[in-house]
């Protein structure tokens, strides 16, 4: 397994504003993922961070709104940019070991954007 | 493309009896399937998982699902559901090592004393 701790548990945010997520493991991991959870829905991936090189994003989500650094094998950040009440949800960070073959999760940030 | 279902939105059960969450999936080739479950206020917690062998599957907390792959299905059971069991639940599918999770849209458990 794998301890993940991620900060801020939760924030309340202003429109426009952005705020920056980190998530920490306690070891080195392969893959390290972001995940949104909007309120009353199920878990969609927002991308996959890559270490030393540029996320891989999913259909919908776009660099310039959703920016991820993975500088070394057991951090990585996500912001969320120029905020809006839309963006109000919990943000997952999972990761997994290479041939473990199942993801572990982050305790999630909860964001509230008025 | 994969995707799973979940067809209950919500389950409930007395405490002591036996509980099903349900789950179907469609994937090409042979799937990787997950539960996890989410308490309140909290992230998810890897319940089991199915790879191969065994279609019976046995997890954390007294949790097991059986695969079956002519119905392509992956149902949680419990044999005796406890209040403290209440939480959402969440199936997930993969189509081989390394791919992305898609997760169902989750299934309310809750279990009245």
């Known amino acids: 397994s794998a301890v993940i701790s991620q900060k801020p548990s939760r924030d309340i945010c202003q429109r426009g504003t952005s705020l920056t997520i980190q998530c920490q493991v306690d070891?080195?991991?392969?893959?390290m993922f972001w995940y949104r959870q909007q309120p009353g829905q199920s878990l969609t991936l927002i991308a996959t961070?890559?270490?030393?090189?540029?996320?891989?994003?999913e259909s919908g989500f776009v660099i310039d709104k959703f920016p991820i650094s993975r500088p070394n094998l057991t951090f990585s950040t996500l912001t969320v940019s120029n905020m809006s009440p839309e963006d109000s949800s919990i943000y997952l960070c999972?990761?997994?070991?290479?041939?473990?073959?199942?993801?572990?999760f982050g305790p999630g940030t909860r964001l509230t954007v008025l | 493309a994969q995707s799973v279902a979940q067809p209950e939105d919500q389950v409930n059960v007395a405490e002591g009896n036996p509980l099903t969450v349900k789950c179907t999936y469609s994937?090409?080739?042979?799937?990787?399937l997950f539960w996890y479950v989410q308490y309140p206020n909290r992230g998810l917690q890897f319940l089991l998982k199915?790879?191969?062998?065994?279609?019976l599957v046995k997890g954390s907390y007294g949790f097991e699902a059986e695969f079956n792959k002519s119905q392509t299905s992956f149902h949680l059971k419990k044999p005796s559901a406890l209040v403290s069991d209440s939480a959402l639940y969440f199936c997930?599918?993969?189509?081989?090592?390394?791919?992305?999770?898609?997760f169902g849209k989750g299934t309310m458990l809750l279990v009245s004393p």
């Open positions: 199915y790879i191969t062998g065994d279609n």
């Open positions: 070891s080195q991991v392969t893959m």
């Open positions: 961070a890559n270490q030393g090189s540029e996320a891989t994003y």
């Open positions: 994937v090409s080739g042979n799937p990787y």
């Open positions: 997930a599918v993969r189509a081989n090592l390394g791919s992305t999770l898609t």
């Open positions: 999972s990761v997994e070991k290479i041939a473990a073959n199942e993801q572990f």
